[in-house]
């Protein structure tokens, strides 16, 4: 007797059990669509299966429920509440059809976010200190670096983080203060471009005149000695190698004081004839060759047409240079 009592009750507790557990779970004809609370959202939209429990038999009709779109998602440390009589009407716009089978169930109100993860600003710094540091290698022989201001640490989407900086161009020159460009992605996302700027040092060995040299004068190694220059600072067309001095003859264009750097438009090759210089033209008109002396009313190098004035004349011609002290003319 007790055990069929007992029975008994078991029964009306799995009857009952059922009765409270049956709303949940919808028949093949329906769905039931229990709002959350709060979602944490890590994509740029949200959509209906991000902010819902949905149950149902037809796979179907999940499949529709579930991407069904309710908007962008929240900026960084900001928040979104939705209510559920919004969200209601605006899903049964999306699927009249299904509008009638829908049950729902669960919060009145969705506060959508946005889940956050700290980079911290040393991160950022050494990254771009790094990728700075890597570029200067290859225009230095030394370099010095210095953050000008610390980046802040930045809130980003929690995820896996991926910093990566900008290439420089290929037409970047050396500056005092240079700036690093870091692109902030995190699952694959961009996110964010954070600026670093740095007080740089770049450091090589050039030429500077270790005496005075006048116009015109004759350059050679023995006028120069070598020391560490900073090329952030100094001039862009400084001379750096010394194959530059191995060339023809050279002179400086300008007069150069102790101490100046050499740089490459402070110099040239010596011409071949100089200006004041006497040369001897050869003119020929036929088999006939007659030589002469004439005085160079300017620089010309190999090959080129100069003005000449023969002696005793105020005559002047052209002539083309062909050797040391040599120009020609055909008549």
Known sequence: MLTNSMSARQVVRAL???????PVYATASGAVVELRSHVNVKRDIVTLGDV??????????????????LGRAPKLGQ?????????????????PDLARQLQWRGAHQVTVSVPVQELSSTLIGQTAQSHLR?????????AEMKLVRVPKSLQVPEGEVEIKPHPFSQSMTLQKRMTVWLEVWTNQRFVRLVPVEFEVGAFKNAYVFDQSLNKDAILSKSNLVKTELDLTIAPRDVVLEEKLLDAAPLRVKQSMKKGDTLTARAMELKPVAIRGEWLTLIA???????????EAL??????QWITVRAKDSKEVLKARVI?????????
């Open 323 to 331: 050797a040391a002290g040599k120009v020609e003319v055909t008549l």
């Open 284 to 294: 020929s008109t036929g088999a006939i060759l007659v030589e002469s002396k004439v």
């Open 16 to 22: 009952i059990a059922i009765t409270m557990l049956a």
């Open 298 to 303: 300017q620089d010309g190098a190999m090959g």
């Open 79 to 95: 928040v979104v509440n939705l209510e559920s009589e919004v969200i209601r009407r605006w899903v049964n716009s999306r699927v």
């Open 52 to 69: 819902a429990q949905l149950s149902t038999e037809d796979l179907t009709t999940i499949r529709r429920l579930n991407t069904i779109y």
């Open 134 to 142: 890597t570029w200067l290698t290859q225009q230095s022989d030394r």
